[in-house]
């Protein structure tokens, strides 16, 4: 048995011999003689409640609502009942305290909650249950911060069913509450899942409360001998290497991960409110952890287990089951096919609480192996979602189960920082730059080098600009490289970080660091989300005072280059909608090459780039105004005219108006240029001799089903006027293709739009060549 397994059956004997578990319910019943109550509308109640009362009690009551996610929904196939809001309640409380009082301060102690504490009740409502009324299985809102509990106080009434059921764990704890003569208290943790069965016959009426936990805990300390058997259980845990990290690796786990009983909301979790069992077991962690060297701390813990489960096929199971193939579903508990095998689970902390109490900002991390214990078994809860998949052809049925939980983490302070960065890139950069901050850069590059060996899978989760600065001041060229390495092109792109490094360490350490940066990103340097970020970059180091113009030009050169085969590939990428959707999405790459060719004095740099702007496909003309609208949105009408751009607008301008010079269509003219040329096809020539007939409005074409389909692509993805229908009859069946009237309306709507482009496109080339004259002429 492995170290981990160990320690957890030998505090699993601590716990159960040092702390037992405390009632999760509690019932109680007292007369009913110090309740005075009265309802405004209604009047004073009596006991027994009579079919009057609740007669009158139904008039001045609204159906009740219950609370899904963050809304308030009325859905009576879940909750059936009807409300009296508190407002309309009045009490006796001098009469009323003499019983309530007594009530709290036992359920107090049934409930197992911590000395130094007490119970306080605020009245939340009056509930109604007539026959047949019900609230299915669920769990309450916590109404205020310091709620712990739930009570109800079921008042003397004649009525059948309407039993409460609570459950937490695998315990159910199930009260029917019907009495003539007696009040009966329920209390429950507010965590615990409980239901109203159904009314059978007669009414239920009572009051709800939210039970507070206030004062200060003080639960009873362990004997010496049980803290230092404790004790010795956490520097076991910490001293002995496990198999840590989903990869397997040997090391020493960073943390102690102990996972409460409770559920606990990040707007509950607190030393203050811990319930029952927890709260012994947090102060004895508390202690141990006062050894000076251990920080401890509170966070919420949310599982996810992937079971596999029965196969659907094998029939009909509880519940019943219509699946699909891959069919995920959300589903209620036992609505799932069986479960088999646990095939991976996983444990995510947040909303972390320090020991004093107060938000630490740590962010969510996950639990590896080697760090979580954990006192009642996952099994034993009910998970607040699951979702049931099935057959996925590579693996059989599963279930997901999620469920919340709490945990208490202990966390040697040797090891805080390295334990907290592991997880929280952000986190170690920010304490890094701290030290560099304070000139303590012998502290910084230590930290540094206990980060190298987690950087490679943290640093695509860390903000590019930051790492690049950090490194520069590690005065350590061999450090900074190393943690350099795991950037890509986009991580790099802060200009003010590499010139830091340029500084730092010379152009040729920058060079080697970019050329490892395009190297690992392989494929992906030719991708917008590499280049243009980079582009960007480059363009702000050739403005002001460059750094180094040769390098900077190179590494313009090879994004020029980049630009040109992008610009390209869209002009010939299908469909046709979504160029100009590309077209646009290259404009700042333009505008930044064009701007940074302007600052270096190097035309010849975007010379590719022009080239292909000037050649636009007849198909393009109008995008390419567009592109050019959008450039001078950027660049600002002078850095427009700078970049000699009204030119190439003129040049635009003549090209459309070459284009519209031609004839419109006949009306009669039917024809369509073919957009590709399928090489090797034997289909492509008959079809593309039917789009360009002027005459041929349809075509009947007998084919087989691959190649059906490949005529259903080539149409599609060009997006051409023309129907495709396949008549299901004969052998083989026939492709029914039809020329639409769209033919004729994109065409005028293509005029329209040229027309457009050339009123755009000679108010770009007119008023800034304007402005060009008369700078010439102030020359």
Known sequence: MELQALVQEELKELLDSRVARAAFATTRAT??????????????????????????????????????????????????????????????????????GPQLEAIHADLGLPAGTRLRARLHDLLVYEEGQFFLAHQDTEKTDTMV????????????????????????????????????FLAFYADCRHEVRPVTRGHRVALTYALELIGEPAPAPWSPEAQEALAELVEEHFATEVLVGWRGEQAVPDRWVYLLDHEYTPRTLSWR???????????????????????????????????????????????????????????????????????????????????????????????????LLWGMEHGELTPFELEHEGYMGNYGDTVDRWYHRAAIVLRPRSRAFIARAKHDPDYALETIGTRLDDNDRSGAVELAEQLLPYWPTLANRAPGAAVLRTAAGFDDGSLAKAFLAPLSLADASDPIGLRALAEAYGIDFLQTCVGGWRERGGYRCLSSDEQLPWLGALAELATGDPMDTD???????????????????????????????????????????????????????????????????????????????????????????????????????????????????????????????????????????????????????????????????????????????????????????????????????ERERLTEASRVAAALGAENHGRRKQRARKK
């Open 31 to 100: 007369a009913a003689e110090d309740l005075a109550l009265s309802v405004k509308g209604v009047g004073p109640i009596t006991f027994p409640v009579s079919k009057a009362t609740v007669r009158k009690l139904r008039s001045v009551a609204r159906p009740a609502k219950y609370g899904k996610g963050t809304a308030t929904i009325e859905d009576r196939r879940v909750r059936d009942s009807w409300v009296v809001p508190k407002s309309r309640v009045k009490l006796d409380g001098r009469r009323w305290r003499k019983t309530l």
């Open 149 to 184: 509990a739930t009570l109800v106080v079921v008042l003397p009434s004649v009525f059948e069913g309407g039993e409460s059921v609570i459950t937490h764990g695998d315990a159910t704890v199930v009260e029917a509450a019907r009495s003539r003569s007696k009040l009966t």
């Open 273 to 371: 409110k811990l319930k029952g069992r927890d709260a012994e077991v947090a102060a004895a962690l508390r202690e141990a952890a006062e050894d000076g060297e251990h920080d401890i701390f509170l966070a919420t813990a949310e599982v996810h287990e992937k079971w596999m489960c029965e196969p659907e096929q094998r029939g009909r199971w509880d519940g019943g089951w219509g699946g699909h193939y891959g069919d995920r579903r959300t589903v209620s508990e036992g609505e799932h096919p069986p479960l088999i095998e646990l095939h991976d689970e996983s444990v995510v902390l947040d909303h972390w609480i320090d020991g004093d109490g107060e938000r630490t900002g740590e962010a969510a991390s996950a639990v590896t192996r080697g760090e």
């Open 551 to 749: 390098w900077v030009h190179a590494e313009l050169e090879r994004s020029v280059e980049w630009v040109r085969q992008a610009l390209v590939a869209t002009d010939s990428s299908q469909p046709p909608s979504w160029r100009g959707r590309a077209h646009r999405a290259l404009v700042p790459a333009l505008a930044d090459l064009f701007q940074a060719s302007v600052s270096m004095q190097a035309e010849d740099l975007v010379r590719p780039v022009r080239e292909v702007l000037v050649q636009s496909p007849e198909s393009e003309l109008a995008s390419r105004v567009a592109m050019l609208e959008a450039m001078q949105e950027r660049l600002g009408k002078d850095g427009f005219a700078a970049a000699s751009l009204p030119d190439l607008a003129r040049k635009l301008v003549g090209a459309i108006e070459e284009q519209l010079a031609r004839p419109e269509r006949d009306p009669n003219d039917w024809s369509i240029t073919t957009p590709w040329d399928c090489a090797g096809c034997d289909l492509c020539p008959e079809l593309r001799a039917f789009l360009a007939s002027p005459d041929e409005q349809a075509l009947e074409w007998p084919l087989a089903k691959r190649h059906r389909q490949h005529i259903h692509r080539r149409l599609d993805s060009h997006e051409l006027p023309v129907t495709h229908v396949t008549r299901r009859q004969g052998r083989p069946y026939t492709l029914v293709l039809r020329k639409t009237d769209e033919l004729l309306a994109n065409d005028r709507a």
